[in-house]
């Protein structure tokens, strides 16, 4: 396949269907390359789909997350690993925000392509060097998704603050990360979540932050907590990787008329079929709504409650686990000829169940939900 140019397009479903486009067929190479490969790493970094959530003033749509969803869905139905690393990109370019307005300005204008990685389990640790204004740090972090596409990377450290200690958030040039090559999984295998570390790298404190700050960007959409934006748009890529693997599953089936195999039709699969289906597609429902209310009660001049941030996140733990349930049923229905290397719906079912380990969208969180539904304090900093 040669080389593709994505032009900038006039919208983001342009870009997003632009950028599918140039991935059809590549998913196995992705795969087996570990990374992005330069051109698909290219076709996403000048896509200007990155941009979407930033603030209007960083060059970016202010928040439009509504087709950021709908992006990374789109593309995620093309290649898991691809629509997963665009997930992380768009949703840690959020952080702009957060850093000090004159700082993000300086670093981060402009429409030339951007991408922040980044890690948010606090691995490192922040020192002050000679005065609270500076920080060494150092540390080692696990899957820093999209980091070799990257051109700054953001890295939670514990550090030293008037009132003890706090998880901060340093910003750091790509460029003064060692890079540990050493991502070797059963799903998303290509997108490069390497580990990677840092020794004694000095940053000053106002390209650092804590998830408590204030954003300063003034459009409505900053309103909504960065986590609540990051479960939203994780299950957007789950959705898009499992109607990839349906719809391998119903392709196939109308190629052959119904039958599945060499010994004709299944019944077991045509029930696993309209199950899954159902599911993915209730999910996807559930998403949809909890976010509509967000957007509601923000236009309405109020912060979304924490029970709609509750539900919304809930929303995002429940289409996980059933994007997985509606593949695992696939899989086991679709007989033998769903382990072959060259099975769409078997590459599905490995991003999907790998992507529903993420900390974010983790089973274990529904504790914190039940008790935010229950009228109980939900002790689920930073999530909620």
């Given at each position: ?370 008790r935010v539904l229950l009228g109980a304090p939900s002790d689920a900093k930073p999530f909620l």
């Open positions: 396949m040669s080389a593709i140019t994505i032009q900038t397009p006039r919208s983001a479903n342009d870009a997003a269907a632009g950028l599918a486009e140039f991935l059809v067929g590549r998913g196995p190479d992705i795969e087996a390359n570990g990374r992005l490969p330069p051109e698909v790493a290219n076709a996403l970094r000048t896509s200007g789909l990155l941009r979407l959530l930033m603030p209007r003033v960083l060059g970016g749509d202010g928040g439009d997350w509504r087709s950021a969803f709908d992006a990374i869905e789109k593309v995620a139905g093309a290649d898991g690993s691809t629509g997963w690393t665009l997930m992380i990109g768009m949703t840690i370019n959020m952080l702009t925000g957060y850093i000090e307005r004159d700082e993000a300005l300086e670093l981060f204008s402009g429409t030339s392509p951007l991408f922040l990685a980044g890690v948010f389990e606090p691995r490192g640790i922040g020192r002050h060097d000679g005065d609270d204004a500076s920080f060494r740090v150092s540390g080692r972090w696990r899957f820093a998704t999209g980091v070799h596409l990257s051109d700054w990377f953001c890295a939670a450290a514990a550090a030293q603050s008037g009132t003890g200690q706090e998880v901060r958030h340093f910003i750091v040039p790509t460029s003064a990360l060692k890079i540990h090559p050493n991502w070797n999984v059963i799903g998303l295998s290509g997108t490069g979540s390497d580990d990677v570390e840092l020794d004694s790298v000095a940053v000053h404190r106002r390209r650092s932050f804590t998830l408590d700050d204030k954003p300063w960007p003034e459009e409505e959409f900053w309103q909504v907590s960065f986590y609540t934006v990051t479960a939203l748009l994780m299950a957007a890529a789950l959705l898009g990787m499992t109607r990839s693997g349906i719809d391998s599953v119903l392709e196939k089936g109308a190629r052959t008329g119904g039958a599945v195999s060499r010994f004709g039709r299944s019944q077991c699969l045509e029930v696993e079929v309209a199950t899954a289906e159902a599911a993915t597609r209730a999910s996807r429902a559930f998403v949809l709504e909890c976010m509509n209310e967000i957007e509601a009660s923000i236009w309405r001049g109020a912060p979304p409650s924490e029970r709609q941030r509750a539900l919304l996140w809930l929303a995002a733990i429940q289409c996980a686990r059933s994007c997985g349930e509606a593949l695992d049923q696939l899989f086991g229905g679709e007989g033998a000829s769903g382990i072959r290397r060259d099975s769409p719906l078997q590459r599905s079912w490995r991003d999907v169940r790998s992507a529903s380990k993420h900390v974010v969208i983790a089973r274990q969180r529904l504790e914190a939900v039940g």
